[in-house]
T-cell receptor, first 115, second 115 residues
């Protein structure tokens, strides 16, 4: 079955450490997104990508970086510059950015905790 | 730019009672509208969407929503809830013609079903 796979499900980061969250999709979707979720704050957009080798900052990009070297993969790196990284991170994809939307397909999320 | 307001952060309801979760949006152009459900520690799942046509939209798990253009609302309803409906519900909007950053989400409504 097609879908989005996020790994790992749980991740622990030490102070000053960079960590990378994986997101892979086999839906042949063009667009991919990263969201951060905190209690009571809803979903906040970190980065999005419409095509390979191109990505755009969202509302809260500071302290994060991404790459899109392959259509099916959109990894997110949480850098040491992100001062409060503890959160639930969601990856999503959609078929056509800006076209009649089928909606987003979401991964099951990665919970990142700073220790 | 579009925005979404979910008027209630929490809605407690007794089992088998009806429920309405409210969603209002703001946009200078026509929009597409979505409702998503999130169970604990999982990603979001599409409940239903309004793209065009009939203003009453039926979705999965017995939910429906009605698009009201004059009131810029897209409220979600279910005539009789079950314990399994306990979850976080998100309303989302996308501008027709393509917002550059895809969907904008509300902050969510936590539906609590009481036995």
């Amino acid at each position: 079955d097609g879908g989005i796979t996020q790994s790992p499900k749980y991740l622990f980061r030490k102070e000053g450490q960079n960590v990378t969250l994986s997101c892979e999709q086999n839906l042949n979707h063009d667009a991919m997104y990263w969201y951060r979720q905190d209690p009571g704050q809803g979903l906040r957009l970190i980065y999005y990508s419409q095509i390979v080798n191109d990505f755009q900052k969202g509302d809260i990009a500071e302290g994060y970086s991404v790459s899109r070297e392959k259509k099916e993969s959109f990894p997110l790196t949480v850098t040491s510059a992100q001062k409060n990284p503890t959160a639930f991170y969601l990856c999503a994809s959609s078929a056509i950015l800006g076209g009649p939307p089928s909606g987003y397909t979401f991964g099951s999320g990665t919970r990142l905790t700073v220790v | 730019a579009q925005s979404v307001t979910q008027l209630d952060s929490q809605v407690p309801v007794f089992e088998e009672a009806p429920v309405e979760l409210r969603c209002n949006y703001s946009s200078s152009v026509s929009v597409y509208l979505f409702w998503y459900v999130q169970y604990p520690n999982q990603g979001l799942q599409l409940l239903l969407k309004y793209l065009s046509g009939s203003t009453l939209v039926k979705g999965i798990n017995g939910f429906e929503a009605e698009f009201n253009k004059s009131q810029t609302s897209f409220h979600l309803r279910k005539p009789s809830v079950h314990i399994s409906d306990t979850a976080e519900y998100f309303c989302a909007v996308s501008e027709r013609g393509g917002g550059a950053d895809g969907l904008t989400f509300g902050k969510g409504t936590h539906l609590i079903i009481q036995p």
